[in-house]
């Protein structure tokens, strides 16, 4: 079965403080990885795409790297707005149009 | 500028009322998404419409129903609501370019309380 799962489920950092998000996958053949960030009340909004082992993309303190069964999303020196819950999703080559989300994790940045 | 746009924001029903819930997307993508979002679960989808005059069954399609009127607007039916269809949901859109994988885009989401 198709499965996403992310840890920690809440991390609470300094600012400054460096860490990473976890993100583990089993799917039937990868078709890519994505990284979304969601404020409360809002939908969530993309940060980042992978499709390969071994690629990884940034975008100013955020970056996210893939392997063959996970992918990190490093927050360097982050800053209290970098406070949001940060989702992963996959797609399998199996399905479509089946994205499949794992739980997030709410990230809290105090100054 | 708009994007996804949801509509209402926020609702309450009653057990057994039935309300729509309204999407439009201003960036002529061709897949839109019905999306549920509730605590501990990822978000699930409900149904889904590849392209204009298609939709289709998604993981948690039960008590729902979808309608595509044109390529702007995807809107979610609950015929007859449930305590269970208390959640957050979010409707997205995507080029999707039949068989491509693209990035989702979403709108800011409808609280639903049933009661």
Partial sequence: EDQVTQSPEALRLQEGESS???????VSGLRGLFWYRQDPGKGPEFLFTLYSA??????????????????????????????????CA?????????????????LKVLA | NAGVTQTPKFQVLKTGQSMTLQCAQDMNHNSMYWYRQ???????????????????????PNGYNVSRLNKREFSLRLESAAPSQTSVYFCA????????????????GTQLSVL
């Fill in chain 2, 93 to 108: 859109s995507s080029g999707g370019l039949t068989g491509v994988f693209e990035k989702l885009f979403f709108g800011s």
């Fill in chain 1, 54 to 87: 071994g690629e990884e993309k940034e975008k100013e303190r955020l970056k996210a790297t893939l392997t063959k069964k996970e992918s990190f999303l490093h927050i360097t020196a982050p800053k209290p707005e970098d406070s949001a819950t940060y989702l």
């Fill in chain 1, 20 to 26: 990473s998000l976890n993100c583990s996958y089993t």
């Fill in chain 1, 90 to 106: 996959v797609q399998a080559a199996s399905g479509t149009y089946k994205y499949i989300f794992g739980t997030g994790t709410r």
């Fill in chain 2, 38 to 60: 509730d605590p501990g679960m990822g978000l699930r989808l409900i149904y889904y419409s590849a392209s204009e005059g298609t939709t289709d069954k998604g993981e948690v």
